[in-house]
């Protein structure tokens, strides 16, 4: 029987479509976003990015979503919550639409990824759980526009573990035809997706490594009231302390086979107090604290690389760690032959807003009824069409 | 310009389309679910009910929902109840439709209400804020079924008290060509529609009246630790304390003028005991109590209807608080020429099912992009379509 929604399905792809991306990840420090126009030919995609945009979260904002992540808070403060983040993201989707001078009424839709305020994958004899805060339909009636939301939640209820999404973005646009290639994501946490070229029968798989930038903005702030530590300049100036490194390694989720993923739960600031408390640390600069977890990040990607992926020809970064040189230049150490380039560089998507742009790509192929999951990636048991659609004003007035 | 989904309109109202809808109210008793077939001729609907069930939560459950509203508890919890309010939706559409006979491959869509949580509408300077839980795109998962959930969001977002949500529902069902008709929905809150006749220019109005089965419920399980009144029995071995009614009648929202809505907040078990704390009551019977609640339940809805719908020739009764007899009688008492009849005597919908047929018809309406919100009613700015759907199995495999 065919059903109604796979008409509109086809008209949807029939004509290049403009869908805005919002991202805003476990490191709290803001909304990215991104629009783009997305292309439809035999059913492969193409895209162009037309604009990019980041907006901080006011420390008002950040606060809140770090005391219902951290504290018992009533149901109320997470009520208003899920309305105001919907009141931040419909504000910087209309800067960023203002500043790339596209006018609200020519955006066909956009994809957000949430606040994610809690993250716990399927385990033995226990379902997953996940939770994105902002409201889709409110975001809807504010713009005017189509809203994709909640994207990770079908995938947990098909078994898998709700992350990564970004492999299907990956696939699409970034495969190639005769390299294996690494895709790396460094934010709070920090992803990984392994690209085999168009030619290989292998699967694609992806998954979280550890931590991103969550260790090292937590020791930043710990010790020099600094949000991150910019360009790893805090880092470059620390020296390596042996005996912390080797504790932090010891977190079983490193080598823990894929898929896996992981969040604040295990990278958090309670995991750094555990680490610094567990060592004797008499009078260390806190340099050398960030230069071990900018250290214990490179190294936990890299065994995650040399282990899982050892047929990686060239590793293209992005996210927000892609700034701090420091990481960088720690990273580029381990992966011996393993050439480390960004996604800027090879692609002309900046890395900053690459994730972004994939909330706007999934939201695309939610509309269209495509699945946004990979299965071999997230161990769900099927494919999925990702998130819940809510539709702004009515079609007739 | 002409939009996608304005195509997948037309095709979903070209034929007859089976919707299940899932009630989950304040007094979180259990869930309520419906099946219905509506038929579109000419843009006027009509329906025709398959089957009913209602499945009770389980204590466990209900322990768990109350302690998110009544607590503060981390989010993890909310983010657990989502997924499990999820599964227990599913089992009761599939106890449901089993008992009903009908495959779940011929349900088009499922409109679930979800279990609130928060809810406060908008006031001065303030926006408003509400929070139906359960987990949209996990229930799709589930049933392999389209979801649409969500439904208040919208309207409060647009400005609106996100409630009631019914009028469009008892508009199109139970509006009559001659007679001015209020329907009445005594749940855990009592809310009211006013319908005009057909020939009258009179906008539709509707709102909450304040109390419905929570203070009859809250005393029965304090003085007797029986959920609720059974047929009002309890109520009827009790007399009235004329000075504990006058104290319930002082609350501010009983004359508020419409639009207006409430909830728990206003009238939960905490409402029972100031207002038991607030009047010196030596040695009363708890039937005494139980009667005083009922009779301030009947004379609350009974002074709503007196002193805003005037012109009203019948009243239609529908909700749990139906089954409570003396409530009935108490309320038949108030309304002097006013004739008081049930949904179900006058229409063949039961008065229990009422509103899961209800959210069946507003998901009905939601993918065919018809707004489910009357503005004079809810005080929205504008008609918004409620909800947010989502698509379960990809369309092409």
Redesign the interface.
């Known amino acids: 029987m065919q ?7 086809k ?2 792809f ?1 004509q290049p479509r403009i869908v805005a991306g919002v991202m805003t990840g476990t490191s709290l420090d803001g909304i990215d976003t991104a629009i783009a126009r997305f292309y439809n030919r035999d059913n492969r995609h193409s895209l162009e990015v037309l604009g990019t945009c980041f907006e901080p979260y006011s420390s008002i904002l950040r606060d809140k979503i770090s005391a ?2 951290e ?6 403060d ?3 919550l ?2 105001e983040l ?2 931040a993201y419909s504000t910087a989707i209309q800067n960023m639409t203002a500043k790339a001078n596209i006018p609200l009424e020519l955006i066909d839709a956009v994809g957000i990824h949430g606040q994610t ?2 993250h ?1 994958p399927p385990k033995k004899n226990k ?1 997953g ?3 994105q805060l902002a ?8 713009l005017g526009i ?1 809203v994709v ?2 994207f990770r ?2 995938d ?3 078994g898998g573990q709700g992350a990564p999404l970004v492999p299907i973005f990956d696939a699409e646009f970034f495969r190639s035809s005769n390299l294996s290639v690494g895709l790396l994501n460094i934010g709070g946490i920090s992803n990984i997706t392994f690209l085999p070229p168009h030619s290989s029968d292998d699967p694609i798989k992806a998954f979280d490594t550890g931590p991103g930038n969550m260790l090292i903005d937590a020791a930043s702030l710990q010790f020099f009231g600094k949000k991150f530590d910019e360009n790893g300049a805090l880092a470059k100036e620390g020296t390596l302390i042996p005996g912390l490194l080797q504790r932090c390694l010891e977190h079983p989720f490193i080598l823990k086979q894929p898929p896996k993923s992981t969040g604040r739960e295990d990278f958090g600031r309670k995991f750094l107090e555990q680490m610094l408390g567990s060592i004797r640390l008499p009078a260390t600069p806190g340099e050398d604290i960030i230069r071990t977890m900018t250290e214990f990040t490179a190294e936990s990607i890299a065994r995650n690389i040399m282990r899982f992926g050892s047929e990686i020809q060239i590793i293209i970064a992005s996210g927000g760690g892609v700034n701090n040189q420091t990481l960088m230049q720690c990273l580029a150490l381990r992966l011996g032959n393993i050439s480390l380039t960004t996604s800027e560089k090879y692609s002309g998507i900046s890395s900053d807003f690459k994730e972004a742009v994939c909330f706007a790509y999934l939201a695309y192929r ?1 509309i269209g ?3 946004g999951n990979i299965p071999s990636v997230t161990g769900a048991s ?16």
Chains 1, 2 share one sequence.
């Open positions: 059903k109604y929604y796979e008409l509109s399905r008209e949807w029939s219902i992540i504290k018992k808070r009533p149901i109320s997470t009520a208003e899920q309305m919907a009141f305020v809690w716990s379902t759980v996940t939770l409201n889709g339909s409110a975001l809807s009636q504010m189509t939301s909640d939640t079908a947990v209820a098909a939610t009824g495509l699945p099927k494919s999925c069409i990702l998130g819940s659609i809510s539709f702004p004003l009515p079609f007739i007035h």
